[in-house]
Protein backbone atom coordinates (compact mmCIF):
# COMPACT_ATOMS: atom_id res chain seq x y z
CA UNK A 1 0.00 0.00 0.00
CA UNK A 2 1.75 3.36 -1.30
CA UNK A 3 1.64 6.22 1.33
CA UNK A 4 -0.81 8.25 -0.68
CA UNK A 5 -2.91 4.78 0.34
CA UNK A 6 -2.40 4.63 3.85
CA UNK A 7 -3.42 8.48 4.53
CA UNK A 8 -6.79 7.65 2.50
CA UNK A 9 -7.28 4.34 4.81
CA UNK A 10 -6.05 6.69 7.86
CA UNK A 11 -8.87 9.25 6.37
CA UNK A 12 -11.65 7.24 5.90
CA UNK A 13 -11.31 5.68 9.97
CA UNK A 14 -12.29 8.91 11.40
CA UNK A 15 -15.74 9.84 11.89
CA UNK A 16 -17.52 10.65 9.58
CA UNK A 17 -15.32 8.50 7.58
CA UNK A 18 -16.78 7.95 4.16
CA UNK A 19 -19.46 10.09 3.28
CA UNK A 20 -17.11 13.04 4.17
CA UNK A 21 -14.60 11.71 1.88
CA UNK A 22 -16.91 11.11 -0.68
CA UNK A 23 -18.52 14.37 -0.68
CA UNK A 24 -15.40 16.10 -0.77
CA UNK A 25 -13.97 14.25 -3.65
CA UNK A 26 -17.34 14.96 -5.70
CA UNK A 27 -16.88 18.64 -4.97
CA UNK A 28 -13.42 18.49 -5.91
CA UNK A 29 -14.08 16.51 -8.93
CA UNK A 30 -16.46 19.24 -10.05
CA UNK A 31 -13.78 22.41 -9.37
CA UNK A 32 -11.14 20.20 -11.27
CA UNK A 33 -12.34 17.49 -13.55
CA UNK A 34 -9.16 17.49 -15.25
CA UNK A 35 -7.19 16.04 -12.47
CA UNK A 36 -6.42 12.41 -12.41
CA UNK A 37 -8.17 10.30 -9.21
CA UNK A 38 -4.55 10.38 -7.19
CA UNK A 39 -4.20 14.16 -7.95
CA UNK A 40 -7.69 14.52 -6.41
CA UNK A 41 -6.85 12.53 -3.32
CA UNK A 42 -3.69 13.89 -2.60
CA UNK A 43 -5.16 17.33 -2.38
CA UNK A 44 -7.86 15.70 -0.33
CA UNK A 45 -5.35 14.36 2.19
CA UNK A 46 -4.35 17.81 2.76
CA UNK A 47 -7.42 19.19 4.25
CA UNK A 48 -8.49 16.11 6.36
CA UNK A 49 -7.73 14.68 9.63
CA UNK A 50 -6.35 11.17 9.83
CA UNK A 51 -7.00 8.34 12.36
CA UNK A 52 -3.89 7.80 15.21
CA UNK A 53 -1.25 5.10 15.62
CA UNK A 54 -3.74 3.56 18.04
CA UNK A 55 -6.96 3.17 15.85
CA UNK A 56 -5.02 1.51 12.89
CA UNK A 57 -3.77 -1.17 14.92
CA UNK A 58 -7.26 -1.85 16.25
CA UNK A 59 -8.21 -2.56 12.64
CA UNK A 60 -5.17 -4.93 12.57
CA UNK A 61 -5.86 -6.90 15.39
CA UNK A 62 -9.78 -7.13 14.36
CA UNK A 63 -8.71 -9.49 11.34
CA UNK A 64 -10.47 -7.18 8.98
CA UNK A 65 -8.20 -6.35 5.46
CA UNK A 66 -9.00 -2.67 3.74
CA UNK A 67 -7.96 -1.92 0.12
CA UNK A 68 -7.97 1.18 -1.62
CA UNK A 69 -8.93 2.94 -4.13
CA UNK A 70 -5.47 3.66 -5.04
CA UNK A 71 -4.33 -0.31 -4.45
CA UNK A 72 -3.40 -2.59 -7.45
CA UNK A 73 -6.15 -5.31 -6.25
CA UNK A 74 -8.39 -2.92 -6.03
CA UNK A 75 -12.04 -4.09 -8.40
CA UNK A 76 -11.44 -2.16 -11.83
CA UNK A 77 -15.66 -2.23 -12.05
CA UNK A 78 -16.00 -0.20 -8.77
CA UNK A 79 -13.22 1.66 -9.70
CA UNK A 80 -14.57 3.10 -12.44
CA UNK A 81 -18.05 4.18 -11.09
CA UNK A 82 -18.64 7.73 -10.83
CA UNK A 83 -18.99 7.47 -6.93
CA UNK A 84 -16.38 4.96 -6.50
CA UNK A 85 -15.64 3.58 -2.57
CA UNK A 86 -12.38 5.28 -1.64
CA UNK A 87 -12.08 2.56 0.64
CA UNK A 88 -13.12 -1.24 0.89
CA UNK A 89 -12.72 -3.37 4.68
CA UNK A 90 -13.64 -7.26 3.65
CA UNK A 91 -13.24 -10.78 5.80
CA UNK A 92 -12.64 -13.20 3.49
CA UNK A 93 -11.31 -13.78 -0.19
CA UNK A 94 -10.62 -10.32 -2.28
CA UNK A 95 -10.38 -12.46 -5.20
CA UNK A 96 -13.91 -12.88 -5.46
CA UNK A 97 -14.49 -9.15 -6.01
CA UNK A 98 -13.19 -10.00 -9.47
CA UNK A 99 -15.14 -12.87 -10.73
CA UNK A 100 -18.27 -13.00 -12.80
CA UNK A 101 -20.93 -11.41 -10.23
CA UNK A 102 -24.63 -12.30 -10.54
CA UNK A 103 -26.59 -9.88 -7.97
CA UNK A 104 -29.67 -11.54 -6.38
CA UNK A 105 -31.71 -9.04 -4.27
CA UNK A 106 -35.31 -8.17 -3.56
CA UNK A 107 -37.92 -8.02 -0.36
CA UNK A 108 -36.99 -8.96 2.82
CA UNK A 109 -41.01 -10.21 3.61
CA UNK A 110 -40.29 -12.02 0.85
CA UNK A 111 -43.41 -14.92 -0.43
CA UNK A 112 -42.69 -18.71 -0.77
CA UNK A 113 -42.02 -17.95 -4.12
CA UNK A 114 -39.45 -15.65 -3.67
CA UNK A 115 -37.72 -17.63 -1.17
CA UNK A 116 -37.29 -20.74 -4.03
CA UNK A 117 -36.58 -18.72 -6.86
CA UNK A 118 -33.98 -17.43 -5.10
CA UNK A 119 -32.79 -20.52 -3.99
CA UNK A 120 -33.02 -22.43 -7.39
CA UNK A 121 -31.82 -19.16 -9.70
CA UNK A 122 -28.75 -18.30 -7.09
CA UNK A 123 -27.74 -21.98 -6.45
CA UNK A 124 -27.75 -22.89 -9.98
CA UNK A 125 -25.65 -20.34 -11.03
CA UNK A 126 -22.86 -20.47 -8.41
CA UNK A 127 -22.29 -24.12 -9.53
CA UNK A 128 -21.26 -22.32 -12.45
CA UNK A 129 -18.92 -20.89 -10.59
CA UNK A 130 -20.32 -17.44 -10.91
CA UNK A 131 -20.26 -15.38 -7.56
CA UNK A 132 -23.74 -14.77 -6.09
CA UNK A 133 -23.68 -10.82 -4.85
CA UNK A 134 -26.48 -9.35 -2.03
CA UNK A 135 -26.27 -7.38 0.84
CA UNK A 136 -27.00 -10.17 3.58
CA UNK A 137 -30.63 -8.92 4.22
CA UNK A 138 -33.53 -10.78 5.90
CA UNK A 139 -35.52 -12.60 2.87
CA UNK A 140 -34.07 -13.13 -0.71
CA UNK A 141 -30.40 -11.70 0.21
CA UNK A 142 -30.24 -14.31 2.94
CA UNK A 143 -31.99 -16.62 0.42
CA UNK A 144 -29.48 -16.29 -2.40
CA UNK A 145 -26.18 -16.49 -0.34
CA UNK A 146 -27.74 -19.67 1.57
CA UNK A 147 -28.17 -21.54 -1.88
CA UNK A 148 -25.08 -20.39 -3.13
CA UNK A 149 -23.10 -21.73 0.06
CA UNK A 150 -25.51 -24.87 0.21
CA UNK A 151 -24.06 -26.13 -3.47
CA UNK A 152 -20.44 -25.07 -2.70
CA UNK A 153 -20.36 -21.88 -4.48
CA UNK A 154 -18.79 -18.26 -3.98
CA UNK A 155 -20.82 -15.76 -2.86
CA UNK A 156 -20.11 -12.01 -1.60
CA UNK A 157 -22.37 -9.84 0.87
CA UNK A 158 -22.20 -6.18 0.78
CA UNK A 159 -22.92 -4.26 3.66
CA UNK A 160 -24.17 -1.12 4.99
CA UNK A 161 -22.23 -0.81 8.21
CA UNK A 162 -19.19 -1.75 9.44
CA UNK A 163 -17.57 -5.57 9.58
CA UNK A 164 -17.65 -5.78 13.51
CA UNK A 165 -21.26 -4.74 13.73
CA UNK A 166 -23.23 -7.38 11.10
CA UNK A 167 -26.97 -6.58 10.35
CA UNK A 168 -29.17 -7.66 10.60
CA UNK A 169 -27.40 -9.71 14.02
CA UNK A 170 -29.71 -12.84 13.12
CA UNK A 171 -27.14 -13.09 9.66
CA UNK A 172 -23.70 -12.82 12.04
CA UNK A 173 -23.39 -16.57 11.44
CA UNK A 174 -24.28 -16.18 8.12
CA UNK A 175 -21.92 -13.88 7.56
CA UNK A 176 -19.27 -16.51 9.15
CA UNK A 177 -19.82 -19.00 6.93
CA UNK A 178 -19.58 -16.98 4.17
CA UNK A 179 -16.12 -16.24 4.76
CA UNK A 180 -15.34 -20.12 6.22
CA UNK A 181 -16.52 -21.39 2.32
CA UNK A 182 -13.89 -18.98 0.47
CA UNK A 183 -16.51 -16.15 0.01
CA UNK A 184 -16.31 -12.53 0.88
CA UNK A 185 -18.03 -10.07 3.51
CA UNK A 186 -17.44 -6.33 2.05
CA UNK A 187 -18.08 -2.58 3.48
CA UNK A 188 -16.92 0.80 2.52
CA UNK A 189 -18.13 1.29 6.13
CA UNK A 190 -15.26 1.01 8.19
CA UNK A 191 -15.67 -0.81 11.96
CA UNK A 192 -17.87 0.64 14.44
CA UNK A 193 -20.24 2.18 11.89
CA UNK A 194 -23.76 1.34 12.94
CA UNK A 195 -25.99 -0.13 10.44
CA UNK A 196 -28.44 3.11 8.78
CA UNK A 197 -31.11 3.96 6.80
CA UNK A 198 -29.08 5.97 4.12
CA UNK A 199 -26.33 3.31 4.72
CA UNK A 200 -28.09 0.90 2.48
CA UNK A 201 -29.22 2.69 -1.11
CA UNK A 202 -25.41 4.09 -1.38
CA UNK A 203 -24.14 0.04 -0.34
CA UNK A 204 -26.02 -0.67 -3.63
CA UNK A 205 -24.13 0.78 -6.02
CA UNK A 206 -21.52 -1.70 -5.11
CA UNK A 207 -23.80 -4.58 -5.14
CA UNK A 208 -24.83 -3.51 -8.68
CA UNK A 209 -20.77 -3.06 -9.31
CA UNK A 210 -19.42 -5.84 -8.61
CA UNK A 211 -22.51 -7.81 -10.67
CA UNK A 212 -22.37 -8.92 -14.19
CA UNK A 213 -26.12 -8.95 -13.80
CA UNK A 214 -28.43 -7.62 -11.36
CA UNK A 215 -31.49 -9.79 -10.70
CA UNK A 216 -35.23 -8.75 -8.62
CA UNK A 217 -37.13 -11.63 -7.58
CA UNK A 218 -39.43 -9.73 -5.45
CA UNK A 219 -39.71 -6.06 -4.43
CA UNK A 220 -42.67 -3.94 -3.52
CA UNK A 221 -42.67 -0.64 -5.63
CA UNK A 222 -40.63 1.59 -3.23
CA UNK A 223 -37.83 -1.25 -2.53
CA UNK A 224 -34.14 -0.57 -2.25
CA UNK A 225 -33.94 -3.24 -4.96
CA UNK A 226 -35.08 -1.24 -7.60
CA UNK A 227 -32.80 1.08 -6.30
CA UNK A 228 -29.70 -1.42 -7.51
CA UNK A 229 -31.52 -1.99 -10.02
CA UNK A 230 -31.40 1.56 -11.42
CA UNK A 231 -27.71 1.65 -10.34
CA UNK A 232 -27.22 -1.56 -12.46
CA UNK A 233 -28.43 0.30 -15.16
CA UNK A 234 -26.90 3.76 -14.54
CA UNK A 235 -23.29 1.21 -14.95
CA UNK A 236 -24.41 0.00 -17.95
CA UNK A 237 -25.51 -3.11 -16.36
CA UNK A 238 -28.11 -6.01 -17.66
CA UNK A 239 -31.32 -6.53 -15.16
CA UNK A 240 -33.46 -8.88 -14.77
CA UNK A 241 -36.76 -9.29 -12.70
CA UNK A 242 -38.99 -12.42 -11.96
CA UNK A 243 -42.38 -12.23 -12.95
CA UNK A 244 -44.51 -13.05 -10.09
CA UNK A 245 -48.96 -13.04 -8.98
CA UNK A 246 -50.87 -9.97 -10.30
CA UNK A 247 -52.25 -9.75 -6.71
CA UNK A 248 -49.14 -9.47 -4.98
CA UNK A 249 -47.86 -6.60 -3.80
CA UNK A 250 -44.15 -8.22 -4.14
CA UNK A 251 -44.94 -8.52 -8.16
CA UNK A 252 -45.17 -4.95 -8.48
CA UNK A 253 -41.71 -3.55 -8.19
CA UNK A 254 -40.17 -6.57 -10.74
CA UNK A 255 -43.72 -5.68 -12.90
CA UNK A 256 -42.67 -2.10 -12.95
CA UNK A 257 -39.38 -2.75 -13.71
CA UNK A 258 -40.43 -4.70 -16.96
CA UNK A 259 -43.31 -2.30 -17.82
CA UNK A 260 -40.90 0.78 -18.07
CA UNK A 261 -38.34 -1.36 -19.93
CA UNK A 262 -35.38 -0.98 -17.26
CA UNK A 263 -35.29 -5.18 -16.80
CA UNK A 264 -36.07 -7.68 -19.15
CA UNK A 265 -38.84 -10.56 -18.12
CA UNK A 266 -36.98 -13.39 -16.93
CA UNK A 267 -38.59 -16.74 -18.25
CA UNK A 268 -36.18 -19.28 -16.88
CA UNK A 269 -32.55 -20.16 -16.87
CA UNK A 270 -32.16 -19.91 -20.09
CA UNK A 271 -31.99 -16.28 -20.33
CA UNK A 272 -29.17 -15.89 -18.10
CA UNK A 273 -26.98 -18.45 -20.08
CA UNK A 274 -27.65 -16.35 -23.01
CA UNK A 275 -26.93 -13.11 -21.56
CA UNK A 276 -23.34 -14.40 -20.02
CA UNK A 277 -22.16 -15.80 -23.10
CA UNK A 278 -19.71 -16.13 -23.79
CA UNK A 279 -18.15 -15.05 -20.07
CA UNK A 280 -19.92 -18.10 -18.94
CA UNK A 281 -17.42 -20.54 -20.39
CA UNK A 282 -15.16 -18.33 -18.98
CA UNK A 283 -16.25 -18.44 -15.16
CA UNK A 284 -14.32 -19.86 -12.81
CA UNK A 285 -15.75 -23.46 -11.95
CA UNK A 286 -17.32 -23.92 -14.99
CA UNK A 287 -14.60 -26.29 -16.86
CA UNK A 288 -14.87 -28.59 -13.59
CA UNK A 289 -17.82 -29.26 -14.25
CA UNK A 290 -17.30 -29.81 -18.05
CA UNK A 291 -14.73 -32.46 -17.35
CA UNK A 292 -17.39 -34.31 -14.94
CA UNK A 293 -20.17 -34.18 -17.36
CA UNK A 294 -18.53 -34.16 -20.89
CA UNK A 295 -15.65 -36.52 -20.11
CA UNK A 296 -14.45 -36.80 -23.65
CA UNK A 297 -12.08 -34.32 -24.70
CA UNK A 298 -13.95 -33.79 -28.44
CA UNK A 299 -17.49 -33.63 -27.10
CA UNK A 300 -16.03 -30.95 -24.68
CA UNK A 301 -14.25 -29.21 -27.42
CA UNK A 302 -17.87 -29.24 -29.50
CA UNK A 303 -19.88 -28.66 -26.48
CA UNK A 304 -17.65 -25.30 -26.54
CA UNK A 305 -18.34 -24.33 -29.77
CA UNK A 306 -22.16 -24.87 -29.86
CA UNK A 307 -24.14 -21.96 -29.08
CA UNK A 308 -27.24 -22.54 -27.30
CA UNK A 309 -29.75 -20.08 -29.60
CA UNK A 310 -27.97 -19.80 -33.02
CA UNK A 311 -28.34 -23.40 -34.40
CA UNK A 312 -24.28 -24.50 -35.23
CA UNK A 313 -24.30 -26.26 -39.22
CA UNK A 314 -22.31 -30.04 -38.91
CA UNK A 315 -19.67 -28.54 -41.24
CA UNK A 316 -18.86 -25.81 -39.46
CA UNK A 317 -17.99 -28.06 -36.57
CA UNK A 318 -15.99 -30.25 -38.81
CA UNK A 319 -13.76 -27.26 -39.83
CA UNK A 320 -13.67 -25.35 -37.10
CA UNK A 321 -12.32 -28.59 -35.24
CA UNK A 322 -10.38 -29.49 -38.15
CA UNK A 323 -11.84 -33.42 -37.53
CA UNK A 324 -13.88 -35.63 -39.32
CA UNK A 325 -17.22 -35.84 -39.85
CA UNK A 326 -17.78 -39.20 -38.48
CA UNK A 327 -15.86 -38.60 -35.01
CA UNK A 328 -17.70 -35.46 -35.08
CA UNK A 329 -20.82 -37.31 -35.34
CA UNK A 330 -20.31 -39.38 -32.76
CA UNK A 331 -19.48 -37.06 -30.36
CA UNK A 332 -22.89 -35.45 -31.09
CA UNK A 333 -24.83 -38.49 -30.72
CA UNK A 334 -23.07 -38.61 -27.05
CA UNK A 335 -24.27 -34.69 -26.48
CA UNK A 336 -27.54 -35.64 -27.34
CA UNK A 337 -27.74 -38.87 -25.39
CA UNK A 338 -27.08 -36.48 -22.08
CA UNK A 339 -29.44 -33.73 -23.30
CA UNK A 340 -26.47 -31.28 -23.61
CA UNK A 341 -27.32 -30.43 -27.27
CA UNK A 342 -29.74 -31.12 -29.60
CA UNK A 343 -30.35 -31.45 -33.33
CA UNK A 344 -32.74 -28.97 -35.24
CA UNK A 345 -31.96 -30.05 -38.67
CA UNK A 346 -30.11 -28.76 -41.52
CA UNK A 347 -28.07 -30.60 -40.13
CA UNK A 348 -27.09 -28.18 -37.41
CA UNK A 349 -26.90 -28.09 -33.60
CA UNK A 350 -28.02 -26.50 -30.87
CA UNK A 351 -25.89 -26.34 -26.88
CA UNK A 352 -27.98 -27.15 -24.13
CA UNK A 353 -27.39 -25.78 -20.40
CA UNK A 354 -25.18 -28.13 -18.35
CA UNK A 355 -27.41 -27.21 -15.35
CA UNK A 356 -28.78 -30.41 -13.71
CA UNK A 357 -32.18 -28.49 -13.30
CA UNK A 358 -33.13 -26.66 -16.35
CA UNK A 359 -36.06 -26.13 -15.28
CA UNK A 360 -37.75 -25.68 -11.89
CA UNK A 361 -40.06 -28.73 -10.49
CA UNK A 362 -40.01 -27.43 -6.72
Not at 203 to 208: D, F, H
Not at 230 to 246: D, I, K, T, Y
Request: aromatic share 4%; proline share 7%; with cysteine.
Amino acid sequence: MSTLADKLLQASLVSPGPLRLQSQLCKLSKEKPEWSLDQKINVLMERVETCSQAEQNRLKESGIQAITVLDEGFPQTLRNLQDPPLVLYYCGNPANLHRLGLAVVGARACTTYGRQMARWLAGEMARLGISIVSGLALGIDAQAHAAALQVGGITVAVLGCGLDRIYPRAHTRLARDIVRQGGTVITEFPPGTPPKPHHFPIRNRLIAGLSRITLIVEAKTWSGSLTTARHALEQGRSVFAVPGPLNRPTAQGPHQLIADGEAQILTGLRDLYRELAPELMQAQGLQEILNRKIPDELARKIYGVLDPFEPTPLDFLVQELKTDVGSILSALMSLEFDRLAESVGGPAFLRNPLSPTQEYTQ
